[in-house]
């Protein structure tokens, strides 16, 4: 998800963002001095410095000085004024990135009301505030509501403000960001370009909603298998958000997050952990080691663990983000779940599959409840619950699951999606281990012909790595060269 405009002035630099800040909490020091507290130019001031501290990612401070303002404000100019409708929806923001995404919904929905029935709603801020809701709700797993509540507001802004303006490119960020979640890649990655196109354009290549556009279209290449055009779009963003806004920047720190996850999925591991590494530690340090960027980020590193073979790294890891994330974002959070998934999945890579089969078992029903049995998040469940019955030989179980994730893969993503081929792979396993040598060929042959043919998988490609197929992995990819290869 995009995160919203900073409120330093240009050029923006590590040494302008300090300079500002510190600039910004001089005058809340001064205005309370002189003024007193709740003087509308102390509120003013108190309110810029927050929205700074949550670009900053220093969400707890922006909390308390939203929490602050917004009763003075109610107080001294009504609930439905123009500066107390800013300050409850700056709160909403800072509450929604600490993870409390039912007070931000409530606050939203607040001023919505407010403001179409004041504004209409066709004015910018109650537009602004349906899209702001709609991230709240895809903040809290809630992908339907988020989905709509985008595609209402994008088509609005687009009506009223036209396409290329910020308001516009900004929902059109975060409605690209859920397509992505929701496994729709190809329209996730057309908002994506079409984004990154009118930013180059209008704001230039530094600017850092320029970046915050390469970063998403990155992501969505990852998602898609397509690392060849990824990694180099995540090493540049990366570079760029070093220049601009510092090493320990939150935004910074998700571009090397991404760039990390593409270069586990490249299979290029030690660097992979290596910046996975890095990255928990400086967001510990910047967020706080139970925000829920560093939760999203130590899990992706467990994922690295998990993938070069060293499953009880993972697991070690992943058993107390479980218990964070159900605290934090309740037990049946999409993030929940899939740390829940990924810990049944090391649980079986470590040979503990009584409690790796009950864990995926729990998390099929969960995710089918939550998402609907074909949702990809689901089918990918599914797929590691086969993979599990496969490594304790209930291959019939196996092979039944199997064929059911391939045929749905098939009808929801395509028969070449590197999703697909990968189920295509597995179940070729499960058979060629059940003794059904022709049928496992067969879709060897498939899986093979399909990533050569789709993503020009070069001579190191999944053939020969077919003996270890049952261990859920993603489909091959188009390999870029790895970090310093010659």
């Known amino acids: 998800m995009e995160r919203e405009r900073g409120p330093f002035t240009q050029p923006i630099s590590p040494s302008a963002i300090a300079e500002q800040t510190a600039e910004r909490e001089q005058a809340v020091a001064d205005g309370e001095t002189t003024l007193g507290s709740a003087h509308p130019e102390t509120l003013t001031a108190r309110g810029t410095l927050a929205r700074a501290y949550q670009y900053l990612g220093r969400s707890a401070e922006a909390v308390e000085l939203h929490e602050k303002n917004l009763p003075l404000r109610e107080e001294s100019l009504g609930p439905d004024h123009a500066d107390t409708l800013e300050s409850r929806h700056d709160l909403a923001v ?226 107390p983000i479980v218990a964070e994330r159900e605290q934090l974002l309740g037990a049946d959070h999409p993030d929940t779940l899939a740390s829940r998934d990924a810990l049944a999945a090391a649980y079986a890579r470590a040979g503990r599959l009584t409690e790796a089969i009950a864990l995926h078992e729990r998390n099929v029903a969960d995710l089918g409840r939550l998402l609907g049995h074909d949702h990809p998040a689901t089918l990918t469940a599914r797929a590691n619950l086969a993979a599990a019955y496969g490594r304790a030989d209930r291959l019939p179980e196996a092979i039944t699951l199997q064929q059911q994730v391939l045929a749905e893969r098939e009808q929801l993503l395509g028969p070449d999606h590197p999703t697909t081929l990968t189920s295509c792979n597995n179940l070729a396993a499960a058979l060629a281990r059940s003794g059904q040598l022709r049928e496992a060929i067969e879709l060897y042959k498939r899986a093979h012909a399909g990533r050569k043919r789709v993503l020009a998988v070069d001579k190191h490609d999944e053939m020969d790595r077919a003996c270890n197929a049952f261990s859920p992995k993603p489909g091959a990819i188009t390999r870029p060269r790895p970090p310093n290869a010659a």
């Open 94 to 319: 800072a509450y929604r990135s600490l993870g409390r995404t039912a007070d931000a919904i409530a606050l939203h929905e607040q001023n919505l009301t407010v403001q179409e029935r004041l504004l209409g709603p066709d004015h910018p801020a109650t537009m602004a505030t349906r899209a702001a809701l709609a991230a709240a709700h895809q903040a809290a797993g809630h992908s339907a509501q988020a989905l709509s509540g985008y595609q209402e507001a994008l088509a609005d802004q687009e009506r009223v403000l036209g396409p290329d303006d910020p308001q516009t490119i900004h929902t059109r960020a975060n409605m690209a960001a859920a397509y992505a979640a929701d496994g729709r890649l190809p329209a996730s990655i057309a908002l994506h370009e079409r984004n990154l196109a009118a930013r180059e354009r209008d704001l230039g290549p530094d600017d850092p909603d320029t970046l915050a556009a390469q970063h998403g279209l990155a992501k969505s290449f990852a998602a898609a298998g397509r690392l060849v055009d990824s990694v180099p779009l995540l090493e540049r963003t990366l570079a760029g958000r070093e220049r601009v806004l510092g090493p320990g920047h939150p935004d910074t720190l998700a571009s090397q997050d991404a760039l990390a996850t593409a270069y586990t999925a490249a299979g290029w591991f030690d660097q992979a952990i290596t910046r996975h590494l890095a990255t928990v530690a400086d967001a510990a340090a910047v967020l706080g080691a139970g925000h829920p960027e560093t939760l999203t980020f130590r899990a992706n590193l467990a994922g690295a663990f998990h993938r070069a073979g060293q499953p009880d790294e993972a697991i070690a890891l992943l058993e």
